[in-house]
Antibody
Framework: EVQLVQSGAELKKPGESLTISCTGS????????IAWVRQMPGKGLEWMGI????????RYSPSFQGQVTISADGSLGTAYLHWATLRASDVGIYYC????????????WGQGTLVIVSS | ESVLTQSPGTLSLSPGERATLSCRAS???????LSWYQQIPGQAPRLLIY???TRATGIPDRFSGRASGTDFTLTISRLEPEDFAVYYC?????????FGQGTKVEIK
């Protein structure tokens, strides 16, 4: 089965670091891009950035540049989203999504990872 | 970076009715790079339409998309109970990806 499986929910304190993951299966992971999308509670979808797992080339939304780091290990078929210093405003559900091409849309989504940041 | 404005914010309709959702881009967007997604509460988004008018795999033909300049439309010809959800448009341009703010289709 072609799928993206994300790591589980996280409860962290402000100032802590965090890395969540997204593992692809059923297809060649390095053939396609992986994007990260944030959904804050009760709000819409926000594109954060995207990575090419073949060479780890990344692009970030200006809104998220410098706030998070996207990485990938093609050999493990896994992409990562990392925060060095969490803030309360980072609370939300984070989705990874596959992009075959800019024209194809995000055709495969992970189940989402809930991140709660609270003291 | 193009801003996508969706309207209306909420659409209240009954099953069997036709739904017309709008997405307007603030700058020229190639129709090749416009997609639509459905999100049911508690679930991840699902790709419905890409290239403005091409249905994704497994999407029923009651869903259709159209482009006219900077205006894009998603039409659901006859609403089924499972279609009541939030719909997002999304585009690509200048190496960036942008989502609209969403339209909620609710049961009247």
């Amino acid at each position: 089965e072609v799928q993206l499986v994300q790591s589980g929910a996280e409860l962290k304190k402000p100032g802590e670091s965090l890395t969540i993951s997204c593992t692809g299966s059923g297809y060649r992971f390095t053939n396609d891009w992986i994007a990260w999308v944030r959904q804050m509670p009760g709000k819409g979808l926000e594109w954060m950035g995207i990575i090419d797992p073949a060479d780890s080339g990344t692009r970030y939304s200006p809104s998220f540049q410098g706030q998070v780091t996207i990485s990938a290990d093609g050999s493990l078929g896994t992409a990562y989203l990392h925060w060095a210093t969490l803030r309360a405003s980072d609370v939300g559900i984070y989705y990874c999504a596959r992009l075959v091409s800019a024209q194809s849309g995000f055709d495969l989504w992970g189940q989402g990872t809930l991140v709660i940041v609270s003291s | 970076e193009s801003v996508l404005t969706q309207s209306p914010g909420t659409l209240s309709l009954s099953p069997g009715e036709r739904a017309t959702l709008s997405c307007r881009a603030s700058q020229s967007v190639s129709s090749s790079y416009l997609s639509w997604y459905q999100q049911i509460p508690g679930q991840a988004p699902r790709l419905l339409i890409y290239g403005a008018s091409t249905r994704a795999t497994g999407i029923p033909d009651r869903f259709s998309g159209r482009a006219s300049g900077t205006d894009f439309t998603l039409t659901i010809s006859r609403l089924e109970p499972e279609d009541f959800a939030v719909y997002y448009c999304q585009c690509y341009g200048s190496a960036l990806y942008t989502f609209g703010q969403g339209t909620k289709v609710e049961i009247k």
